[in-house]
Structure formats: structure tokens, C-alpha cells
């Protein structure tokens, strides 16, 4: 394989993980910030009552990591374990299929979590410390 080739694999594997990066960060941020969960901790209610601001520095940075981090990872895994095994269409392909389910199962996780079943009913921690758990 000559040196221009190998060079293309890795711009390609380069560029779609940045891609699959900026892509989970943006749909985690989307996510996160749409649920109910984000807008009952962000004030909600009448005048600010409720408004939880720690989800800022707490929730937050980790939603936007797990985006950020998840969807690049499966895609280099792929590409790593497909490598020297068929065309190299064909590896991106199936690496782009593989991430995509992953980053569907990782919003719909989130989505879950932060959409409780109950939303008059959310419990910020395990002690009534909140006004919103009275």
C-alpha cells in the first residue's frame, strides 16, 4: 500500500471521528437541554422558584463529555477492528453504521433519564433537601 493511501485512511478516520465528536456533543447538549428534567432544575416555576443553577457545573460537563467522547471512541474502535478486513468503503461504512446506532442508544438514554416517568414527582437526591421534593 503506498504512502498517499495510507495517508487517506487516516484523514478519513481522522475527520469522521472529529465528525462523530462534534456531532454526540451537539445532539447530548440538545438532548439534555430539552428535557423536562433540565427545565425543572433551570426555573420553571413562577419567578425562578425551583431553580437548581448546579446542574450547570454537575450535569452539565458530563452529558457534554459523554457526548464528545462515546461517538469517536466507537468509531476508531471500529475502524481499528475492521482494519485489513475488505475495501476501505466498505470499513467506514460499516464504522459509520455502528456509531450512529451508538449515538442513537446514547440520546435515547439520555433522553430517558432526564424525562422521568413521573414529572411532578422529581426526586433530586435521597433527602427531602429540596423544595422541589416537598
Known sequence: MDVLTR?????????????????????????????????LHMGSGFEGQG???????????????????????????TLRLLRGRGAPRARVLIAATCTAGVLTTSAWGLHTWANPHDPDRVRLSGTPASDLDQ
Do not use: F, K, N
Request: glycine residues 12%; contains cysteine; proline residues 5%.
Open 7 to 39: 495517508m487517506g485512511h487516516r484523514d478519513t478516520a481522522g475527520y469522521g471521528g472529529c465528525a462523530t465528536a462534534a456531532l454526540g456533543t451537539v445532539t447530548a447538549l440538545y438532548v439534555w437541554g430539552a428535557s423536562r428534567r433540565t427545565r
Open 51 to 77: 431553580r437548581d443553577l448546579s446542574v450547570l457545573w454537575t450535569e452539565l460537563p458530563l452529558v457534554l463529555l459523554a457526548g464528545a467522547l462515546i461517538p469517536p471512541v466507537t468509531w476508531l474502535l
